[in-house]
């Protein structure tokens, strides 16, 4: 039950990120998508969304100029799409160049 509820809470801030980004507010964004991957790493629950946000998160970084943070994001956002999906899905490839 406490691992359904995080992870609705989770999808909750994940919902909250995506329309802050819609209101041109990156760094609310930011720390509503970092919770919500928070949670979801601890109760073990990464999904697509975390995939998408981590990504989200180090494109915002990556334009804030702070590299070595998005890189971090970018690293994240590969490891939970190799679990998830595998190498062979055409959107790691896209990850991965992120990263380079």
């Known amino acids: ?13 994940f919902q909250i990120a995506w329309l802050l980004l819609r209101l041109d507010s990156s760094k609310m964004a930011v720390e509503a998508m970092l919770e919500a991957c928070r949670i979801q790493t601890k109760i073990n629950k990464e999904d697509i969304q975390s995939i998408t946000a981590w990504c989200h998160v180090a494109s ?9 943070s998005a890189l971090v994001c970018y690293s994240k956002a590969a490891r939970i799409q190799e679990a998830i999906l595998g190498t062979s899905h055409e959107d ?9």
């Open 1 to 13: 039950q406490n691992g359904d509820d995080a992870n609705d809470v989770a999808s909750s801030l």
């Open 60 to 68: 915002i970084y990556h334009r804030q100029g702070f590299l070595d």
């Open 92 to 100: 790691f490839g896209n990850v991965l160049f992120n990263i380079s």
